[in-house]
């Protein structure tokens, strides 16, 4: 069966600190992979998605960033946080031919 | 473009209640349409699904069908508990191709013993 870690769980980060939130997946081949974002007020936002190593589509410009270097491993980056970055971030991952997104357990993250 | 709506809440129930959270659609093409749950402090998790007109979806006891005529993909239940007590999103995927979930805003159910 299929799983999807995400790490870590929660993380408190000032801002203009660097960020690096993982996600892995088990269990299936060539996953489409997603980013989405949970904050208060505005619902769940896609940030990227990748159908493949190294190829990222972005949703919304922003001050974060994706890769894919590695078939099952997915990682949201920041240079510098900024407040409005505080959210849940929630990973997922879909067959190609399949539209079902499935979701990882998410990632709290708080920007002081 | 591509929308969803459903009812706020938040909605609380007695336990054995009947639960119904409305959802309705707006698509450009012929849309998959999902129901997620979160409980709190958790990811989201498949609840049910449907592909294409007049399916129904079921899992858990809940159940949602594919009503094409009037854009809609309402959750019920016969009868909640307060293990059921959690955020609802309905949910959208815009045909062959498309990669975005369009999601409603959530409606968080509350069931009381």
């Known amino acids: ?112 | 473009g591509n929308s969803v709506t459903q009812m706020e809440g938040p909605v609380t129930l007695s336990e054995e209640a009947f639960l119904t959270i409305n959802c309705t659609y707006t698509a450009t093409g012929y849309p998959s349409l999902f129901w997620y749950v979160q409980y709190p402090g958790e990811g989201l998790q498949l609840l049910l699904k449907a592909t294409k007109a007049d399916d129904k979806g079921s899992n858990k006891g809940f159940e949602a069908t594919y009503r094409k005529e009037t854009t809609s993909f309402h959750l019920e239940k016969g009868s909640v508990q307060v293990s059921d007590s959690a955020v609802y999103f309905c949910a959208l995927i815009d045909g062959a191709g498309s990669y975005q979930l369009t999601f409603g805003k959530g409606t968080k159910l509350s069931v009381i013993p």
């Open chain 1, 1 to 112: 069966s299929q799983t999807i870690h995400q790490w870590p769980a929660t993380l408190v980060q000032p801002v203009g600190s660097p960020l690096s939130l993982e996600c892995t997946v088990e269990g299936t081949s060539n996953p489409n992979l997603y980013w989405y974002r949970q904050a208060a007020g505005r619902g769940l936002q896609l940030l990227f998605y990748s159908v493949g190593i190294g190829q990222i589509s972005s949703e919304v410009p922003q001050n974060l960033s994706a890769s894919r270097p590695q078939d099952r491993q997915f990682i949201l980056s920041s240079k510098k946080l900024l407040l409005s970055d505080s959210g849940f971030y929630l990973c997922a991952h879909g067959g190609g031919n399949t539209d079902t997104q499935y979701f990882g357990p998410g990632t709290r993250l708080t920007v002081l």
